[in-house]
């Protein structure tokens, strides 16, 4: 059997048109391979393009709040500065003024401030010493009692001292001082005298108060 060459192939018709429509298949896969290729890259581009105008868009306008926010802190921060600085200032002239207020009311106001704390303390005190009775014959009704009056005295106390601490920064009279000073210390020392058996009497209140 003769064997056709190639050549000899490519001369017969049948086969020339076989090899051109083969050919020009190749050639739409390819021209369709690229067309497909180019769209896709024009898309790509298009987005990249259109991410990187975004991203300076973002960019200006995140150096924009970055300068802004360094201008508001730089602004907060001297806001605070002065802030601390009135404080301190209105706190040292308040207090300055205060204590020309308070150095200048009744004297007897601080020793009833220091004789109500003494009371209140002595009143504790006598609840600390009445506890150990509770177990010697029928003295637990006694030491609750005097728990119990403790806690009244020391409430009147405090109630007391902070009512002289405030008159300290009030125009008041001197009349008006003894009267309601006299008033608090015959509260304190009512409720104080069961107290008394355990540790004695109160001190003498601040001179010029009656009770």
Same mark, same amino acid.
């Given at each position: 059997?003769?064997?056709?060459?190639?050549?000899?192939? *490519?001369?017969?018709?049948?086969? /020339?048109?076989?090899?051109?429509?083969?050919?020009?298949?190749?050639?739409?896969?390819?021209? /369709?391979?690229?067309?497909?290729?180019? +769209?896709?890259?024009?898309?790509?581009?298009?987005?990249?393009? %259109?991410?990187?105008?975004?991203?300076?868009?973002?960019?200006?306008?995140?150096? /924009?709040?970055?300068?802004?926010?360094?201008?508001?802190?730089?602004?907060?921060?001297?806001?605070?500065?002065?802030? &601390? *600085?009135?404080?301190? *200032?209105?706190? *040292?002239?308040?207090? =300055?003024?205060?204590?020309?207020?308070?150095?200048?009311?009744?004297?007897?106001?601080?020793?009833?401030?220091?004789?109500?704390?003494? !009371?209140?303390?002595? !009143?504790?005190?006598?609840?600390?010493?009445?506890?150990?009775?509770?177990?010697?014959?029928?003295?637990?009704?006694?030491?609750?009692? /005097?728990?119990?009056?403790?806690?009244?005295?020391?409430? &009147?106390? =405090?109630?007391? !001292?902070?009512?002289? =601490?405030?008159?300290?920064?009030?125009?008041?009279?001197? %009349?008006?001082?003894?009267?309601?000073?006299?008033?608090? !210390?015959?509260?304190?020392?009512?409720?104080?005298?069961?107290?008394?058996?355990?540790?004695?009497?109160?001190?003498?209140?601040?001179?010029?108060? +009656?009770?």
């Amino acid at each position: 059997m003769q064997t056709l060459s190639l050549e000899t192939l *490519r001369r017969l018709p049948a086969f /020339a048109a076989l090899m051109e429509e083969a050919e020009r298949k190749s050639l739409d896969e390819r021209a /369709a391979l690229i067309e497909a290729w180019q +769209t896709t890259n024009t898309q790509a581009r298009a987005e990249i393009a %259109s991410l990187e105008a975004t991203e300076r868009k973002l960019s200006a306008e995140a150096d /924009a709040l970055a300068a802004e926010l360094k201008r508001l802190t730089e602004q907060r921060d001297l806001a605070r500065m002065g802030l &601390l *600085r009135v404080a301190n *200032r209105h706190h *040292r002239h308040n207090e =300055e003024a205060r204590q020309r207020i308070i150095a200048g009311a009744d004297s007897r106001l601080f020793q009833f401030i220091l004789w109500a704390r003494r !009371a209140a303390n002595m !009143a504790a005190f006598a609840s600390h010493r009445a506890e150990p009775l509770a177990v010697v014959g029928d003295f637990t009704a006694q030491t609750l009692k /005097a728990t119990k009056q403790a806690r009244l005295v020391a409430e &009147l106390c =405090e109630h007391a !001292a902070e009512r002289a =601490e405030a008159m300290r920064l009030e125009a008041i009279s001197s %009349s008006d001082v003894t009267g309601e000073l006299s008033a608090m !210390a015959a509260n304190i020392r009512d409720a104080y005298q069961p107290l008394a058996m355990f540790v004695g009497a109160l001190p003498a209140e601040p001179d010029g108060l +009656t009770h």
